[in-house]
């Protein structure tokens, strides 16, 4: 069964045809990082409108590179919540009108429980139940998954900064560009991780709630009071604090809820250190399943994918559906 899926909840206008939830035949994504590095961050009315733009051009994309036609498509899945308001509504606006023209049902998908969803995507590996970590720029918490077709429950998250929007407000401390998670990912290979002891926030010892807004703090004092501290060192001092709290809070939560499987989704589970850092879980018995990298930051084919299995039992939107940012 092929599905389409749609995704425009932040940056990135996206397009994929899945079939039965696994099978890849295509997976476009438009980003628009460069319309927006120039201002340091997402602008949300830009953002929108940049969708509009792409939309039509990569949804026949996806259908072309896939050598699919309508026919063959039985739903179109789009992310429905959480993004940018403005953003989310060009993908559901698109999905509507195709699933109204080509009578074919709509499929309403979570944007978070899609990037737990990509986890399915490291084969083996992937097994439930499972404690899954999303950290994207948007949104960043840990989730205990029972089911392939129900949303994550949320066993903690950050009460500040997501941890993506942790490395990319770092970064611009450093004087690089937008998004600097990757930046701060290249230059922290080369940087001396010891070189300066930044905070750990683990919140209570118990709680699976985190912070990183401290972090970013002490980052900047740092920065004040140390004008010739190397940048590779400082990016990869910060890298690692924020790893150690991410790796160390998934730990809790697997062995309080006493689970072997662990996943490691969105845009920073790009991260080499973090995937590094969460493979080691490996020694104490877990079962670690990455997303690959092309299935980390924000696309269409985690949601086409995570669609069909909503469709299969029943999940489906009438035409009134909105957005919800
Ligand atoms: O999942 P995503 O594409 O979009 C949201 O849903 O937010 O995540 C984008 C975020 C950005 O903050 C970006 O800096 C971060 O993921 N990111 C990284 C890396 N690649 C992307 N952060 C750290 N290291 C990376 N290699
Ligand atoms: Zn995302």
Known sequence: MLILGIETSCDETSAAIVEDGIGVRSNIVASQISIHSKYGGVVPEIACRAHLDSILPVISQALEEANCNWAEVAGIAVTTSPGLVGSLIVGVQAAKTLAWSRNLPLIPVNHVHAHAYSAVWAKEKWGLPAVALVASGGHTGIYLATEIDAPPRELGRTVD????????????????????????????????????????????????????SGLKTSVLYFLRDNETARTEDIAASFQEAVVDVLVGKVRIAALQEGVRHLFLCGGVASNTRLRERFLELENEGFICAISPAEFCTDNAAMIAGLGYHLLKKGITAPLTVEAKP
Do not use: C, Q, T, W
């Open 161 to 212: 900064d997501a941890a993506g929007e942790a490395f990319d407000k770092v970064a611009k401390l450093l004087g690089l560009e937008y998004p600097g998670g990757p930046i701060i990912d290249r230059l922290a290979r080369s940087g001396n991780k010891k070189a300066v002891k930044f905070p750990r926030a683990m919140m209570k010892k118990d709680s699976l709630d985190f912070s990183f």
